[in-house]
């Protein structure tokens, strides 16, 4: 099996920083991508970023774009999210995810496209 646990979320003035992190472990493929995804109280689970094996290909939703930055330690197994310039309404469970790629420069940003989840970390933004 593959285990992703997330850890760096926490509480957090508006305007701020948080930097969260994403550990893999198990049995993994040569090529997978990892997308970061993020769910607020009574809300659906959105898509915030994702990232190739490679590293060279990413993705970020409109919503985060040059504030948010995606990155990856393939020599460690980590995966990172750089949240900079924090929104209350930001507030929410962050998740982590993995799935095979077909390319090492693939990446996914539907949720049915990834087949391990980690738990998830609570960042908190307040005002």
């Known amino acids: 099996q593959v285990q992703l646990v997330e850890s760096g979320g926490g509480l957090v003035q508006a305007g701020g920083s948080l930097r969260l992190s994403c550990a893999v472990s198990?049995?993994?493929?040569?090529?997978?991508?990892v997308g970061w995804f993020r769910q607020a109280p009574e809300k659906e689970r959105e898509v915030v970023a994702a990232i190739s094996w490679s590293g060279i290909s990413t993705y970020y939703a409109d919503s985060v774009k040059g504030r948010f930055t995606i990155s990856r330690d393939n020599a460690k197994n980590m995966v990172y999210l750089q949240m900079n310039s924090l929104k209350v309404e930001e507030t929410a469970v962050y998740y982590c995810?993995?799935?095979?790629?077909?390319?090492?420069?693939?990446?996914?940003?539907?949720?049915?496209?990834?087949?391990?989840w980690g738990q998830g970390t609570q960042v908190t933004v307040s005002s």
């Open positions: 995810a993995a799935a095979a790629t077909r390319a090492t420069t693939s990446y996914y940003v539907r949720m049915r496209e990834y087949d391990y």
């Open positions: 198990g049995r993994t493929v040569r090529s997978y991508g």
